[in-house]
C-alpha cells in the first residue's frame, strides 16, 4: 500500500513538472489588456499588428515582417516612414502567436503560421500577392509560407535564418561541424528539444533562454563589431513592448519558438522547388552575415547552394543583427522591391 502511495505521489509530481503553467491570454478575464489594433483569424485566434510607412491603401508594396526571437511587432525596422512613403511602402509587422498581444497556439508550426500570415494579409487587404521578411528564428514562418502559399508572395526575404541541425538534406559531415560548436546548454537543449519535446519544458524551467541579453552576458563574442554597435544604438530607441512581450507566458512564446524551429518538420525545406518558375517578376533572397556568431554561416551558405533559385547577399561586414542597421536594410528592402544588386563598398 506504501509502495504505491509513493508512486502516486512520484506521479503527481512529475506531471508538475512537466505541465507547462497556465497562459494568460490577452484580454480573458485575469489576462493583460489589449491596446493594439488585432484581427480575428480563422479559427478564433487573435493577431496583434502594426502598420508602418504609406498606408495600405496607398502603396505599391505591402510586405509582412515576421520578427526574431524575443521580440515583437515593435522590432526595430530603420527606414522612416518618410522614405517608406516616398517609395510607397507599407511594412506589417505582427506579434507572433503567445507573443505580446496575439493569442497562443498550442499547434503552432510552419504551416500554421503561413496561414496566419495569409489570414492577416486577407483581413487588412494587402491585395492577391504581398511580400514577405523573415528574420532569424522567425523564419520558420516563411519557409511555411514557400511552401504552402506561394501563389501568394510576390517576394521574399530570409534574413539570418535560424538553420534546424535536422533537416534530412542537411550534410552529416556540415551538421556536426557547427552543432559541435554550440555550447553544451545549447547542444543538450536542441538535442531535447528535437527528440523528446513534450518534457523540454522540464530542462527550459531550470535554464535562461537564449535572448540577446544572455548571449552578450555568456558569449559576447557571438556578437562581431557590427552587431555591438547596433545593439548599442537600440538601447536608445523606444521599445514600447519590451515588458510585454513574454506577458503570456514563456512557455507559449520563447520556449515553443524553440520547439517549432529545432522540431519535427513537416517538410524539408531544402527540397523545395522553385516558387516563381515561370515569373521573374517575383524573387526569393537570402541575406546572411560573413561574422554571424549565432547561426553557423556555412549551413546558411548550404541553402543557396543547394537551392539555386535564392539570391543569395553575403554582407561581409555582418553579424546577427544587421537588418537593424539602416544602409543596409535599405539595400534588402531595394534589391527585394526594385531589383537593386546590393553595394557593400
Not at 493569442?103 to 503552432?108: A, I
Not at 496561414?115 to 514577405?132: C, H, S, T
Not at 516563411?142 to 530570409?158: E, F, M, N, T
Not at 534589391?335 to 544588386?341: A, D, I, P, T, Y
Request: charged fraction near 20%; glycine fraction near 6%; hydrophobic fraction near 40%.
Amino acid at each position: 500500500m506504501i509502495a504505491v502511495l509513493v508512486a502516486v505521489l512520484v506521479c503527481v509530481l512529475i506531471y508538475k513538472i512537466v505541465k507547462p503553467p497556465a497562459t494568460k491570454i490577452c484580454g480573458s478575464l485575469n489576462g493583460p489588456p489589449v491596446s493594439s489594433p488585432r484581427i480575428r483569424l480563422r479559427d478564433g485566434r487573435y493577431l496583434a499588428y502594426k502598420v508602418q510607412g504609406a498606408a495600405i491603401e496607398d502603396s505599391r508594396f505591402k510586405v509582412i515582417v515576421t520578427h526574431g526571437f524575443y521580440t515583437s511587432k515593435d522590432t526595430y525596422i530603420p527606414m522612416s516612414d518618410d522614405w517608406l512613403e516616398e517609395l510607397s511602402i507599407c511594412v506589417v509587422t505582427f506579434d507572433r502567436p503567445g507573443y505580446a498581444e496575439s493569442d497562443p497556439n498550442p499547434n503552432r508550426s510552419p504551416k500554421a503560421d503561413a496561414f496566419d500570415i495569409q489570414d492577416l494579409a486577407d483581413r487588412l487587404e494587402l491585395g492577391p500577392k504581398f511580400y514577405v521578411i523573415g528574420l532569424s528564428i522567425g523564419c520558420y514562418s516563411v519557409w511555411g509560407c514557400l511552401k504552402y502559399i506561394p501563389h501568394r508572395l510576390a517576394g521574399v526575404v530570409l534574413g539570418v535564418p535560424v538553420v534546424n541541425y535536422w533537416w534530412p538534406s542537411l550534410p552529416y559531415e556540415l551538421r556536426i561541424k557547427a552543432y559541435s560548436k554550440l555550447a553544451s546548454l545549447d547542444q543538450w537543449r536542441l538535442r531535447i528539444v528535437h527528440h523528446v519535446p513534450k518534457v523540454a519544458w522540464i530542462l527550459q524551467r531550470w535554464f535562461p533562454f537564449p535572448t540577446v541579453g544572455y548571449i552578450q552576458r555568456t558569449n559576447p563574442k557571438a556578437f562581431n563589431r557590427s552587431d555591438q554597435m547596433i545593439l548599442q544604438a537600440l538601447l536608445g530607441l523606444p521599445s514600447p513592448d519590451k515588458d510585454k512581450i513574454e506577458q503570456q507566458g514563456a512557455y507559449e512564446s520563447l520556449h515553443r519558438d524553440i520547439v517549432v524551429s529545432y522540431g519535427q518538420w513537416e517538410f524539408d525545406p531544402l527540397d523545395l522547388a522553385n516558387p516563381f518558375p515561370d515569373d521573374n517578376s517575383r524573387s526569393v533572397h537570402l541575406w546572411i552575415g560573413r561574422e554571424d556568431g549565432i547561426v553557423a554561416v556555412e549551413l546558411q551558405r548550404h541553402i543557396a547552394e543547394r537551392l539555386p533559385w535564392i539570391h543569395c547577399h553575403e554582407v561581409p561586414y555582418g553579424g546577427h543583427l544587421f537588418i537593424h542597421d539602416p544602409k543596409t536594410c535599405e539595400m534588402i528592402f531595394n534589391s527585394l522591391f526594385f531589383g537593386q544588386l546590393p553595394s557593400f563598398k
